[in-house]
C-alpha cells in the first residue's frame, strides 16, 4: 500500500485513464471498450485485494473491511457510516463521496463509474473466495448514497435457509 491516498492516486491514474478511455470508445463502441477495460482492470483490483489482504494478515472480515475503508477514505475522500461491524460481516453507507465530485467535475462521471466503482467487486474478490459484495446503488450514478453490505458467504447461506 501506498501512503499516497487513494483519491489523489485516482486523480493522477485519471490523467491518462480519461483520455485513453475515450480513444477506445472512438475507436471499439463504448460497450467492447468498457468490458476490456473490465477485464484489465478487474484483474488488477483483484490482484491488489488479495495482495492487501494477505497484508492485513488473519483478521475477522469487519475487521479488514474496518481497515480498508479507513484507507479509501484517506485524505478526506469519502464521508461514510458503519451500519454493522461483525466477524462476518461488514455494512457501509457512503453518503458523501469526492471520486464522484472529482469526475463530475471532470464531466466524466460515467468514467468515475467503470474506473473507481467497477472495481469494488473484483478488489472484493482479491480479499477472499468467501466474502460477498452487495452494492446496490452509487453516489457515481445519481444516488444519494452508496450501499456496500459485505458478508461471509457461510452466513449469507444460513440467512437464507
Known sequence: MMDIPFIEQVKIQAQML???VKTLWAELGQEQANALIRKALGEYFRKFGHEWS??????TLGEKM???WKAFSSGDALDYEVLKKTPDAY????????????YKEL???ELGFLLVCGQDFPMTEGF??????TR???IMQ????????????????????
Not at 455494512?91 to 472529482?102: L, P, S
Request: hydrophobic share 25%.
Open 18 to 20: 480519461v483520455p485513453l
Open 136 to 138: 446496490t446503488q452509487t
Open 128 to 133: 477472499g473466495s468467501g466474502i460477498q459484495l
Open 142 to 161: 445519481g444516488a444519494s448514497h452508496c450501499d456496500f453490505r459485505y458478508l461471509l458467504k457461510k452466513e449469507q447461506e444460513e440467512r437464507q435457509k
Open 66 to 68: 474496518d481497515t480498508a
Open 107 to 109: 464531466g466524466a462521471p
Open 54 to 59: 494477505q497484508q492485513l494478515g488473519p483478521s
Open 91 to 102: 455494512d457501509v453507507n457512503v453518503t458523501g463521496c469526492r471520486y464522484a465530485k472529482f
